[in-house]
């Protein structure tokens, strides 16, 4: 286990960065954050080490102290309006865990069913709202696309194996998580579309609480485990035979670098709960626009699209901005 932590290339001042045209993406990779791994020979995630759980919810989603990024382009009002969002989305998380830890106390698979069910929709919101961003031709990178995708894929694989589990076998069960995620979906929507930065700090919220459940759950129950079969969708999704969509979701890691071994129960959660972190690094590398890449993508070939064609970049921070954007400086969208 050599991981210790990720590191950032560059300086969180992407928000400042107009993307004109792709041909200027070589001026910027030096400026893009992007997450790397600093040693390369381990098993498994050490998320300690690279976020602090236990620091939830003082330090989630800003700097190291917990304090908002000190971008260049913050001034009071925006420092006081990070606070705001952060202050609001751990307001909504901790009611939220409230209510699961009073429904669920007792019945681990029913609450992660739940957990898992609501953990997919904000990643097919944000996959949402960014096809809608691609019709207007306001914002068009693969990457974000992809990785969603893949986040989403994975957040399924984890709603599949807890299904197999047992956790869906009640009726009241299905109908709170299938209910809360409707909610969800069209809350986080409308949140991503207003601030992408405020979405992507709730799911780190979100995603932070999904670490910690699992974290516990192992440590309690660890030795049962061991005697226990893995689902056959498990072993299945870690250890089958393509894995693309896994090695996607993981934007701090290279290709190939993590290959689960599956022999019982306790491994599939070891792997769960390191999805979630790899999760909560991603959401939280994502609050500073414009930072997420693919794992698969070429540095040398991020300023093309899929064909191979540079495209026109237009640098809008949700809806609002772009809006903003048009009106104040059409050039910048019909570029
Ligand atoms: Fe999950
Ligand atoms: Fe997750």
């Known amino acids: 286990m050599g991981l210790h932590g990720v590191r950032f290339r560059g300086q ?26 600093l040693q390369e020979n381990e098993e498994e995630v050490v998320v300690e080490k690279s976020f602090a759980p236990k620091s939830f919810p003082g330090n989630v989603g800003g700097g190291s102290n917990g304090e908002p990024p000190d971008d260049s382009s913050s001034n009071g009002l925006e420092k006081w309006v990070i606070k705001l969002e952060q202050s609001v989305n751990i307001l909504l998380t901790d009611s939220v865990i409230k209510i699961l830890d009073t429904l669920y106390h007792d019945r681990n698979y029913a609450r992660f069913f739940v957990l898992e069910t609501i953990a ?27 990785v969603h995708f893949a986040e989403s894929w994975n957040e399924m694989h984890h709603l599949l194996i807890m299904e197999e589990l047992g956790g869906n076998a009640w009726w009241f069960d299905r109908f709170l998580a299938q209910h809360i995620a409707i909610f969800y979906y ?38 049962e485990l061991k005697n226990l079969p893995a689902p056959k969708i498990a072993v299945d999704y870690y250890t089958g035979g393509d894995l ?3 090695d996607e979701f993981q934007t701090s890691r290279e290709p190939n670098t993590r ?55 237009a ?19 019909k570029r």
């Open 186 to 223: 069209f809350m986080t929507v409308l949140m991503y579309a207003l601030s992408p930065r405020m979405a992507y700090h709730f799911s780190e919220c979100v995603e932070s609480h999904a670490y910690e459940t699992y974290d516990k759950f192992i440590k309690d129950q660890g030795e």
């Open 120 to 146: 997919r929709v904000p990643y097919f919101a944000f996959i949402s709202v960014l096809h809608m961003y691609e019709s207007f031709g306001w914002w068009r990178r693969a990457d974000y696309m992809k």
């Open 259 to 313: 290959r689960p071994k599956i022999d019982n129960l306790y491994d599939v959660f070891m792997n769960i709960r390191d999805d979630e972190a790899e999760h909560c690094k991603t959401m939280k590398a994502c609050q500073t626009h414009g930072s997420l890449r693919s794992p698969h993508t070429n540095p040398c070939d991020e300023s093309e699209d899929d064909t191979g064609c540079p495209v026109p970049q």
């Open 12 to 37: 969180p001042g992407a928000l400042s960065f107009h993307y004109e045209y792709a041909g200027r993406a070589c001026l910027l990779k030096s400026c893009r954050v992007r997450a790397t791994l």
């Open 315 to 333: 640098d809008c921070i949700g809806i609002v901005d772009c809006i903003k954007k048009s009106v104040t400086d059409p050039q910048v969208i």
């Open 244 to 246: 693309y969509l896994f």
